[in-house]
């Protein structure tokens, strides 16, 4: 880790979706991170130290606490402790922010945020941090995952999208199954056919988060599209 790490209390556990657990975060001193970036988190598990990288959800502009979204992993120790045994009131270590692919107010006019599964959490930070800090900025999201149950912050990005007057669209996708699907929700991926018929700003900067093929397969995306390959930006983590 390059970032010294501090103590916090796990202040909240929220069971998000079958297989996801957002934590709220207190650190015993102020946490400086962009929208977009990651923390360490580091557990006491007797005596063995364990640690994980999580983005983080929350928007730096909040004081006092930090968000993160855990999906289950039972290959790894760190993530497999906080979901079977990390209690509130519990103390750990975090480090952060990490990472480079973020967004800061004045970047962009536009966003296209394009995420897969969990891929959604960095994304949701820059959400939450573009409404308050440039409510301007135009921002298109296209959410895919398995089944519906999987589309974590779905109801919060539905009611940030309704109160927006246009300025944040979102579509969500599921690429499983045959029943029926929340209001909302489609079948199908996210493809060039789909990113074509939100008519992309060519001056958007553009962030995929997901595996690494879907990331392979959406930058030819939005390559033939006419965006620029400097405007697209992402980061493997996968």
């Known amino acids: ?47 063995e130290l364990l640690v994980g990288g999580y983005s983080l959800t929350s928007s730096p502009l909040v004081q006092g606490s930090v968000e993160i979204a855990v999906k289950r992993a039972r290959e790894h120790a760190a993530t497999r402790y906080l979901h079977e045994r990390a209690a509130v009131g519990e103390r750990v270590l975090i480090a952060g922010g990490q ?5 800061e107010a004045g970047m962009a006019p536009a966003l296209v945020l394009l995420a897969g599964g969990i891929g959604i959490t960095p994304l949701m930070s820059i ?47 599921v690429s499983r199954g045959s029943g029926p699907l929340p209001a909302g929700v489609e079948r199908g991926r996210i493809d060039r056919d789909r990113l074509g018929a939100f008519a992309i700003d060519r001056d958007a900067v553009c962030y995929v988060c997901g595996p690494p093929g879907m990331i392979d397969d959406l930058e030819r995306a939005l390559l ?3 965006v620029e390959r400097g405007r697209i930006r992402y980061e493997r983590w996968w």
């Open 127 to 173: 959400v939450r941090y573009a409404r308050e800090a440039a409510p301007e900025v135009a921002i298109t999201l296209l959410h895919s995952a398995g089944v519906a149950d999987e589309l974590l912050f779905r109801e919060e990005l539905t009611a940030l999208a309704e109160a927006s007057g246009g300025r944040l669209r979102c579509r969500f996708l």
């Open 1 to 47: 880790m390059s970032v010294e790490p501090v103590a916090a209390t796990i202040a909240g556990i929220r069971e998000a979706t079958p297989t996801v657990r957002v934590f709220t975060l207190v650190p015993s001193e102020a946490l400086v991170y962009r929208a977009g970036q990651w923390l360490d988190l580091l557990v006491d598990r007797d005596g």
């Open 99 to 103: 990472g480079q692919c973020t967004f």
């Open 224 to 226: 033939t599209l006419g």
